[in-house]
């Protein structure tokens, strides 16, 4: 094949869609390629659409309604009708899209120009009744993808907003460079991580742009993907789009509904017409259910969609995640009664608290939730369970027995294997049950109950979809897991070689002895760091039994006590009567049914727990306890929390938390603890949620030889070679991939030196390049408890110094700022967060100085200062100071006493620096200094860019409108590089 031009691409592309297919047109070609024809293709086509001519006068009310608000309430305008007023005095409803595909008129264009801050030029867009919902940008074949997303996202900052807004009404974004094609939601939030490929019902995806074009660019399928399968998030304001599995999903249910009601009006037998969703574990499972079970909810046979989880925290969480779809869509079920109401169509009320929703009665003073989706419902096991088995409730429930009812269970692994099961299928004698797992229950890791091994099949019956571990870390929606054994492996010169038993003669006095403890535990203080990034990320560590967790935690506390470390550690445990996990699978169903119903038993391990919950309470200034099952309940809330926000720097459990939690910042699980099927992949994949390019892989730190059993796991939950797919190569594999990776960067340049004489930007691209893929490397290497530099092909001084090369890159590209001339580096992503490695800012700066000034010789001076600039050099936070800390070096630290006294020094210095900064910008640009400070103040405190009205309001004199196009972006940079000079890191 002859090499393909971007433009060779993109006219093939057009040309595709504009063809007939089945003699039928789906696209029409039109020349858009401006503001004005956009404006007049817009009048026709929602006339078209709407079946009456609209007039000027009543186009110019429409484009009004359009230019309001921002992407998530533009969104919500093109779901829903305007009312104009019509020349004749009447008023009239405008639609701007159909559900019914026939009704929509779809047009292909390209090359729109839109003038923002600078004239933007987009590929191709797609025109869905004259409105602009799909944009698609490309790249010729052998550049990276993440270009055209990078593109988009300037696109964004420049110009989609201009010229009425229109290409804010764009729903999906497309971005191809031919041979890959991903898309995704209108949601500036998001990161390249969340772009999506197409693919097939059995996962095999649509890479290239005229396959996916084929199936994924027709106008019933964007059609259903903008009016179905795109969800507005109310709380966040965003719009999210749903991968083609949960698609997949959503529709398989829907058709067994359909298949069930067929044969019930045929008069045919229903039996084993449930289903359930095999979809691995952190793969999106709430927006699947939600969109199913707001679908299902249309279906007039329907009476109810009751979505049923088994934890009291899950009933919350998940109604809150489903009235984030829907504002106020469902209650939550706080008591019994307020179930039964909803299951017999009586009033729910609530009472606003904290901004949310709960429920109350009238006589409380609650209002009636008007918005609600009375036919959906999400509910606890344990509530249903009491709405059908008390005689209190059970005589209510009587009039919706018989009711055509459908449930979705969530974790349908965990729930539904006990009496409640059959409790529920006999009351409701007109019922379907759908469920969601990420491990499904088979012969060989079921467990017994009742002298009968069930499995989700004999439950479930079929299942409708699947998407495993294996699809997922293929498509990077989850990451790879990175496991490390630690014990007694006879491994040479290993840090992970520690003398503690893994397994052999399991007794609980052998694999609870103290001594076998403490060195688990200086083990983990000595590797946290590491680990998790310097504490970027967090930790869990699972254990045993409960006397084991409290051994561990007496060990963290008093080795905390000592010096030896700053951890912040928490825990959290059930201190029921049976506190064992015999069945070694992490899952404890006193747990699942208790969280915030602890039972009224008083032992030895509740006053333990009170006793680490009034450490919990000093550390965080709280008030929790386990007297009282709210405050508890709140105690378990508040440390899912802490762990999110990076505030718990080790979790210890024993079965909490290792199943149904989520956490983004949480990469490191240290096990102590013999885990099985699946057990052992709901906890190992509380570290696999992908956030950044730093966290590369969930980090697995075993004090068990659990192998056979990580890999029985995974040939269970995927198939026999799964374990080369989801679990990283050994340390000794990435010391090959590194040096190699080497090798070709030192073939663009050789030394340092030479980067500075590389002949042109494609040069400099192919550098940056190959240093990236060397810092990914670095990267991961650094997690490993055995990397040090001597066993790598470079010095980490030279590391350093190409670091440095590469920053210097970045700083050429980032202070580009002439609008004439285009930069192929611009879109490419530097991936800084790869270079955050260490705890580096101005406090250990500080340190460093503070060695400075003890240094006892000039040689060691001299070595000193060379690697703290080289340290600030390589930092990208710290690289805006290194002018500033060298000149305080240069100027004032010779002048300090001691080295006690650097701090303050220090501090005065840059009080002075910044006056002067401040005042030399404002001398500068014409500014008022004090409206300069008022606005820096403002920055910091809100963590937010400067409006453009803030910016006008430090001018001596406003701008003029043309004026304020270069002027305004010009002064925002410039106080966003004040504000990271002058306080980030401070």
């Not at 002949?759 to 990236?772: P, T, V």
Request: with cysteine; aromatic share 10%; hydrophobic share 35%.
């Amino acid at each position: 094949m002859a090499y393909q031009s971007e433009q060779e691409l993109e006219d093939n592309l057009v040309a595709q869609l504009a063809k007939k297919v089945d003699g039928k047109q789906q696209f029409e070609k039109v020349n858009i390629t401006g503001i004005e024809s956009l404006r007049a293709n817009l009048k026709k086509q929602l006339s078209k659409l709407n079946g009456f001519e609209i007039s000027d006068n009543e186009l110019k009310q429409i484009r009004n309604a359009l230019g309001k608000g921002n992407v998530f309430d533009k969104a919500k305008i093109l779901r829903d009708r305007l009312q104009i007023n019509k020349d004749d005095g009447t008023a009239g409803y405008i639609r701007f899209i159909d559900d019914d595909v026939s009704k929509n008129h779809f047009q292909v264009t390209q090359q729109v120009i839109v003038e923002g801050r600078y004239k933007n030029r987009y590929d191709v867009t797609i025109l869905v009744n004259g409105l602009p919902l799909i944009q698609i940008e490309l790249k010729r074949r052998g550049l990276e993808l993440k270009e055209a997303f990078n593109q988009i996202n300037r696109y964004q900052r420049h110009s989609y907003w201009a010229e009425d807004g229109l290409f804010q009404y764009v729903q999906v974004f497309v971005i191809s460079n031919g041979v890959n094609t991903k898309y995704y939601a209108n949601n500036r939030k998001q990161s390249f991580k969340q772009t999506f490929f197409w693919a097939k019902e059995n996962n095999n995806r649509y890479t290239e742009l005229d396959q996916f074009a084929k199936v994924f660019l027709t106008p019933k399928h964007l059609t259903d993907m903008i009016t179905k399968y795109v969800a507005l998030n109310e709380t966040d304001r965003i719009l999210m789009v749903m991968r083609p599995y949960q698609i997949y999903a959503t529709e398989a249910i829907i058709d067994r509904v359909a298949e069930r009601e067929a044969l019930k009006a045929s008069n045919q037998s229903i039996e084993k017409q449930n289903g359930y969703i095999w979809h691995t574990t952190g793969s999106g499972k709430t927006l699947t259910s939600f969109k199913t079970a707001q679908l299902l909810t249309g279906d007039s046979a329907i009476h109810k969609v009751v979505f049923v989880v088994d934890r009291k925290d899950l009933d919350y969480q998940t109604a809150k995640e489903f009235n984030s779809f829907i504002k106020g869509c469902v209650d939550g079920t706080d008591k019994t009664k307020v179930l039964v109401d909803q299951f017999t169509g009586k009033d729910v009320y609530y009472l606003e608290k904290d901004g949310e929703q709960q429920s109350s009665t009238k006589a409380q003073g609650g209002k009636i939730n008007t918005r609600r989706n009375e036919k959906l419902i999400v509910t606890t096991i344990q509530k249903l369970n009491n709405a059908i088995s008390n005689k209190r409730y059970s005589s209510l429930m009587e009039p919706v027995k018989d009711k055509n009812v459908v449930f979705i269970f969530d974790e349908c692994h965990r729930s539904q294997f006990g009496e409640t099961h059959q409790r529920i299928s006999q009351f409701f004698t007109n019922h379907q049950m759908f469920g969601f797992t990420g491990t499904p229950i088979f012969a060989e890791n079921a467990v017994s109950k009742f002298s009968r091994k069930y499995t989700t099949s004999d439950l479930f019956h079929k299942p409708l979809h699947k998407y495993t571990i294996v699809d997922a870390i293929k498509d990077e929606n989850v990451l790879k897991f990175n496991v490390e054994y630690v014990g007694r492996y006879k491994k040479k010169d290993s840090a992970n070689e520690v003398d503690i038993d893994v397994e052999g003669i399991d007794t609980k006095e052998l694999m609870e002895s103290d001594v076998r403890l403490e060195k688990i535990t200086d083990y983990i203080i000595a590797q946290h760091n590491r680990k998790t990034h310097s504490k970027a990320f967090t930790g869990m560590f699972c254990v045993s039994s409960v006397p084991a967790l409290i051994k561990y935690y007496e060990l963290f506390a008093q080795k905390k006590a000592e010096g030896k470390h700053n951890l912040k550690i928490a825990t959290i445990f059930s201190y029921a009567a049976n506190e064992e996990d015999p069945d070694a699978d992490g899952l404890d169903e006193v747990v699942l049914d208790k969280v915030a119903e602890p039972q009224a038993v008083y032992s030895h391990s509740r006053d333990r727990l009170e006793e680490f919950i009034g450490d919990y309470n000093k550390m965080f200034g709280s008030s929790y306890t386990t007297k009282d099952s709210e405050s508890y309940y709140n105690y378990y809330n508040d440390i899912s929390k802490k762990v999110r926000e990076r505030k718990v720097d080790i979790l210890l459990v024993v079965n909490m938390f290792l199943t149904g939690f989520d956490s983004k910042t949480l990469n490191t699980l240290y096990v102590d603890k013999n885990l099985k099927y699946h057990g052992l992949i709901q906890a190992y994949s509380r570290t696999n949620r992908i956030l950044n390019e730093q966290k590369s892989q969930g980090n697995i730190i075993s004090f068990r030889n659990l192998k056979k059993r990580t890999d029985d796991a995974l040939a269970l939950f995927s198939n026999k070679d799964a374990k080369d797919t989801v679990i990283m190569p050994p340390y000794e594999e990435f010391i090959k991939m590194f040096n190699q990776a080497l090798d070709q960067m030192q073939t663009i340049a050789p030394d340092t030196a030479s980067i500075d004489s590389l002949e042109d930007e494609n040069a400099e691209l192919e550098f940056i390049k190959a240093f990236r893929e060397l810092m990914r490397l670095r990267n991961v290497l650094s997690t490993f408890a055995d990397f040090k530099f001597d066993d790598v092909c470079i010095q980490e001084q030279e590391y350093e110094d190409y670091k440095s090369k590469y920053l210097d890159l970045y700083d050429k590209v980032k202070t580009n700022t002439a609008p004439e001339k285009e930069s192929i580096l611009e879109e490419i992503d530097f991936e800084l967060e790869l270079l955050a490695m260490d705890e580096v800012n101005v406090a250990y700066i500080l340190k460093l100085l503070s060695k400075l000034k003890q240094s006892d010789s000039d040689e060691e001076y001299q070595q000193q200062y060379k690697a703290l600039m080289q340290t600030i050099g390589g930092d990208p936070e710290l690289r805006s100071k290194q002018e500033l800390i060298d000149k305080f070096i240069q100027e004032n630290l010779p002048d300090v006493q001691s080295a006690e006294e650097v701090d303050d020094a220090f501090a005065a210095y840059w009080e002075v620096e910044k006056e002067k900064a401040t005042q030399a910008m404002a001398e500068e640009e014409h500014l008022i200094p004090e409206n300069v400070k008022e606005l820096v103040e403002r920055m910091i405190f809100s963590n937010q860019e400067p409006l453009r009205e803030d910016i006008v309001a430090t001018m001596e004199k406003p701008p003029s409108v043309l004026q304020r196009k270069k002027v305004i972006p010009r002064l925002a940079e410039k106080f966003k590089g004040f504000v990271n000079t002058f306080y980030s890191g401070m």
